[in-house]
């Protein structure tokens, strides 16, 4: 009766300890979750400009200005070479349309940079976030690793003490064995 009590003892705190151990890794996945849905990219208030550049920066690199763009060319060209071909207000070496487009170009250049200049710098941010999660990912996985051990340790412990138990209530069963197997000296 003792032993069977020390037995379920034994199983008692092994099940606390599992709800203690499911416990901590609950709270650490909450505490990892919470640290990535705080991380995750906040879009801060930008001014006019910079939405401004962010558009132009959309547009500029797509298949979409590339397409409209050269449509527009052909048409200047066409028009100024084969509908006013004597009276166009830009002639051959189009001179005036290559001044346009150096004056795109010189403007659509440093918008888009802006652009890109802020996008490296929310990279950079985004960057610095990631390797602090890994960073953290990495500490509560030594943590675990350490809580594991530890209750390996501990469940290496509880098995020791059920083998000598066993010993114990073994050499008790053999003592009585014994006890009852001597032939009793009353004849």
Known sequence: ??????????????????????????????EETL???????TDEERTYGEKLSDRVAEL??????????????????????????????????????NLILSCI?????????????RKEVKDRKRAI????????????IRNLHEKVDLSIIDQYKHLCDIQQKQLELLEELNKKVKMLSKPTNNS
Do not use: C, R
Request: charged share 20%.
């Open 1 to 30: 009766m003792k032993n069977k009590k020390y037995v379920l003892d034994l199983l008692k705190s092994e099940d606390e300890q599992l709800h203690k151990m499911h416990d901590i890794i609950e709270k650490a996945i909450t």
């Open 35 to 41: 640290i990535t849905t705080t991380i995750q990219d």
């Open 60 to 97: 500029g690199g797509s298949w979409k200005f590339i397409i409209i763009f050269g449509v527009l060319l052909m048409i200047w060209i066409f028009y100024n070479t084969e509908i006013k071909h004597n009276k166009s207000f830009d002639p051959y070496p189009y001179i005036l349309l």
């Open 105 to 117: 170009a010189a403007i659509q250049a440093p918008i888009i940079m802006m652009s890109q200049n």
């Open 129 to 140: 976030n990631d390797y602090m999660i890994n960073l953290k990912s990495e500490i509560e």
